[in-house]
């Protein structure tokens, strides 16, 4: 489950990504963690839920910039659309620094 969000409630993937009108065959994308929490999902952007971002002191503590990088090779394809992509050894394409 996750809120889009702050205060919201709190929705199903499935639901959210319906309501966004994204095809079931765009929905196997990557999850982003920190521990046990959701914090993001591509198409559907930052869950709201458990205090994360709450914009207490923690909050910003230990943050990290994620960016999305399409492989190229399908690039071309699905030209300006987010792009989930993945490399030969199935980890996904994306840079944390």
Same mark, same amino acid.
């Given at each position: 489950?996750?809120?889009?969000?702050?205060?919201?409630?709190?929705?199903?993937?499935?639901?959210?990504?319906?309501?966004?009108?994204?095809?079931?065959?765009?929905?196997?994308?990557?999850?982003?963690?920190?521990?046990?929490? !959701?914090?993001?999902?591509?198409?559907? #952007?930052?869950?709201?839920?458990?205090?994360?971002? +709450? *914009?207490? %002191?923690?909050?910003?503590?230990?943050?990290?910039?994620?960016?999305?990088?399409?492989?190229? !090779?399908?690039?071309?394809?699905?030209? #300006?659309?987010?792009?989930?992509?993945?490399?030969? +050894? *199935?980890? %996904?394409?994306?840079?944390?620094?």
């Amino acid at each position: 489950r996750m809120r889009t969000s702050p205060g919201g409630p709190g929705r199903t993937l499935k639901n959210l990504f319906q309501e966004r009108g994204v095809p079931a065959w765009q929905r196997d994308v990557p999850l982003l963690f920190a521990g046990e929490h !959701l914090i993001y999902v591509p198409r559907l #952007g930052v869950n709201r839920d458990g205090g994360l971002f +709450d *914009g207490g %002191p923690s909050a910003h503590e230990g943050w990290r910039r994620i960016e999305w990088r399409p492989d190229m !090779l399908l690039a071309g394809r699905d030209r #300006g659309r987010e792009t989930c992509a993945w490399r030969s +050894d *199935g980890a %996904p394409i994306f840079t944390i620094w």
